[in-house]
């Protein structure tokens, strides 16, 4: 008996049962290369699908010249057939369903061919507010080349062999566009009342028909609400969804929320951890009572139990689970086996997910650095000669490289000086709104635990105690420490760093200046935690905006929670000095003095002194000695955690 009986049912939508009611929904992976299905994308997927999960949509196809930048994958010539052909072979093998998504953005276009803006197009001419795009209207000619690239586009993805195809009119892209009474202004047949503006959905609906026939499932992916003033809102959506509902055409509504129009509706698009697991459950309750065809929702599903719940109460017959596969590929497997305790939850950061995709690299995931390079890691190979290893340091590289050496068969015991394991990760936590940052902890601790690694706390490694081990290898991740900068003035001001603020272990008084020198988390985190407590508080950031490092939608959250506590930023300085009231810096490009006075106190979050000094004792150890994470260079998790896994790798 499954502990999520809800879950594990099969569920019929058109013509085609789906096993479970667990899917992966479309996600982008910077997978495709040259625009097609490549080796890596399948092994990608094919790590979910044989763990269990019952659906997986692939990610945006483009399906129109105007819009099908190099490296977007896309259904635009035949060329995409044979890749579309072994994804579906792959779903398959593992008896899961495969869908594609058909994609034009409209005037919310923002990838480059060459580095140059491209141009946009959409019913009207309404710019954005994200991309700053002004597009220019569609001709009708244009509008019925377009509904003709959807047809075509759907018959490659049909005689691929996919199961089903997903319009997107989610997030703001062009189909959208055309249902929404602000953004389509137009006179003609296509614009004014709702079944002008519904008109392109229907013929683009009707066209996918005609290519890919009546037998496959398809599909519409829909913001039910776009959480933006100018977006569509739930009323609109679903009197939209109830008359294609009518039309008998469709199989299914996927229902999400945001758009990527503008700042707040992108909040929204990969909801980080400030935002309440499956809180968009009641939107898909919304439309289930409104339509009869079935619903899928997602948005923050970490946990097979919040699954379950959604599926049992009614509020949607399919959940999807992004980041949960992307953080954890046998979700499913483990939900299926009851050992969700078990699953790698996500933990809402939206680094090595979204993170990469948008700076144009492949999805990874800082908790388990294996996703996106399945072929390299996902098998590990047993090592040859299990050796005795030695990891120093129980902060997330440590952890991560004694699971992996174990994995593979080493005999390996983990150090840490401190009681806990978690190093940095354990104040990372404490910042507000990050507490689920601490997960990586718990889950980490959890596959130490799972793979029985001998781990030994309170236990300070030094060359003695090397020597006296005799290991086969060292792994050496002692991270690194907080430092004050040599400023002038030091010893007439009070200045504090971050960690001891953190640690509840300073007084910082009535008005401080956080100096935020990596323009990351921390100094967000600082300013708005001072703040709250009725602190004067001031963010100058060594950077062009207050977390400049930190990806765009943590760090634009967090810069409306600073807004809303009156936080002053100062951007484009350095610490220069500081006395008993004034902080002195100098702005980087113009050199120009920036002061600021009645400070009490400055919390500094300078740049991390390496914890590089027991390195530089087992030097002799040549080959056998590796070092990882921040006392190699003090970055962040994702390069410790990635950096640990490679180095157990290599033993
Ligand atoms: C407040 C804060 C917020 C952060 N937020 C984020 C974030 O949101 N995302 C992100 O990716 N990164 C974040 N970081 C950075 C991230 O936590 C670090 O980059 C990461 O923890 C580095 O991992 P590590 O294993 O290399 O070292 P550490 O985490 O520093 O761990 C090193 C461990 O080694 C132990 N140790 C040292 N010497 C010895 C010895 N001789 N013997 C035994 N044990 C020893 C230490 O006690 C410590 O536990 C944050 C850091 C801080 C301080
Ligand atoms: C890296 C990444 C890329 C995404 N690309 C797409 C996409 O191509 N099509 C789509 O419909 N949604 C895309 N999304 C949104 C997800 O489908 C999903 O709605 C969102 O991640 C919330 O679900 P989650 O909380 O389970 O991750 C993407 C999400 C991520 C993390
Ligand atoms: S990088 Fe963070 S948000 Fe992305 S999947 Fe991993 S834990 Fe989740």
Redo the contacts with the bound molecule.
């Keep these: 008996m499954t502990r999520f009986p809800h879950l594990f049912q099969p569920i019929e939508i058109g013509r085609m049962t789906v096993k479970n009611r667990i899917f ?7 997978l495709s290369v040259e625009g097609l299905v490549s080796d890596e994308m399948i092994a990608y997927h094919e790590a979910r699908a044989e763990a269990g999960v019952g659906m997986i ?4 196809s483009t399906v129109h010249p105007s819009y099908a930048p190099h490296g977007r ?1 896309s259904v635009v010539t035949d060329d995409c057939i044979p890749g579309l052909e072994r994804m579906a072979a792959m779903g398959r093998r593992h008896d899961c369903r495969v869908l594609g ?1 058909l ?1 034009h953005p409209g005037r919310v276009a923002a990838a480059s061919e060459d580095g140059s803006v491209m141009a946009s197009y959409a019913p009207s001419e309404v710019p954005d507010e994200f991309y700053k795009n002004v597009p220019a209207p569609l001709t009708t000619d244009q509008i019925r080349d377009l509904v003709d690239h959807y047809r075509r586009g759907a018959a490659r993805m049909a005689e691929g062999g996919l199961d089903g195809i ?1 319009l ?1 009119s ?2 703001g892209y062009l189909i959208s566009q055309f249902l929404n009474p602000r953004l389509n202004q137009r006179t003609d047949e296509f614009g004014g009342s709702l079944e002008n503006r519904l008109r392109f959905l229907r013929e683009v609906i009707a066209a996918v028909r005609k290519g890919a026939g009546d037998e496959i499932v398809v599909g519409i ?1 829909i913001s039910a609400d776009e959480m933006d003033g100018e977006g569509l809102q739930p009323g609109e959506t679903i009197e939209a969804l109830e008359a294609i509902e009518a039309d008998g055409r469709l199989d299914y509504f ?1 229902i ?1 929320a ?1 758009t990527t129009a503008s700042y707040a509706g992108w909040l929204h ?3 980080s951890m400030v935002m309440p697991n499956a809180y ?1 459950a009641p939107l898909g309750r919304q439309v289930k009572d409104a339509v009869t065809l079935p619903v899928m929702i ?5 946990q097979p139990h919040e699954a379950e719940r959604i599926i049992a109460s009614g509020q949607a017959d399919m959940v ?7 953080a954890d590929p046998e979700f499913a497997r483990k939900a299926r086996e009851g050992r969700p305790e078990d699953i790698r939850a ?1 933990i ?1 950061c ?1 680094q090595a ?6 700076k144009g690299f492949p ?1 990874s995931c800082i908790q388990h650095p294996e996703t996106g390079r399945e072929l390299q890691y996902y098998r590990k190979s047993r090592a040859d000669a299990p050796k005795r290893v030695m990891v120093v340091g129980g902060g997330p590289g440590g952890m991560k490289a004694a699971i992996v050496a174990a994995q593979r068969g080493h005999d390996v015991t983990l150090y840490e000086k401190e009681a806990r394991l978690g190093g940095q990760a354990l104040l990372a936590q404490l910042l507000p709104d990050r507490s689920e940052f601490g997960g990586l902890v718990t889950n980490l601790a959890r596959e130490l635990e799972i793979l029985g690694v001998s781990v030994r706390t309170r236990t300070e490694v030094t060359a003695d105690l090397v020597a006296a081990t005799g290991p086969d290898a060292i792994v050496l991740a002692t991270g690194a420490e907080p430092q004050i900068p040599a400023i002038e003035g030091l010893e007439e001001a009070h200045v504090v760093d971050s960690w001891a603020v953190l640690r509840g272990e300073a007084n910082v008084g009535r008005s401080a200046v956080v100096w935020d020198w990596r323009s990351d988390w921390v100094g967000l985190g600082l300013a708005q935690l001072l703040a709250q407590s009725g602190c004067r508080v001031r963010l100058a950031v060594n950077g062009i905006v207050a977390g400049e490092r930190v990806p765009s939608m943590v760090r634009d959250y967090a810069v409306g929670e600073l807004h809303k506590l009156g936080v002053e930023i100062v951007p484009y300085v350095r610490l220069f000095g500081a006395d008993e009231d004034s902080v002195y810096f100098q702005h980087v490009t113009s050199g120009e003095p920036v002061i600021l006075d009645e400070v009490d106190t400055l919390v500094s979050h300078h740049a991390l002194r390496r914890n590089a000094g027991l390195a530089e004792e087992l030097n002799a150890w040549g080959e056998r000695l590796t070092l990882i994470g921040d006392c190699l260079g003090p970055r962040t998790a994702e390069e410790a955690v990635l950096e640990g896994l490679k180095a157990a790798m290599a033993i």
């Design positions: 992966v929904p479309g996600h982008n992976t910077a949509t692939m990610e945006v994958l998504q994609f997903e997107i989610s997030m992916r996927n999400i945001s698009i990969i909801p968009l997602a948005g923050r599903v970490t999807g689970v992004v980041r949960g596969h992307i996500c809402g939206n997910c979204i993170g990469h995709r948008l999805i």
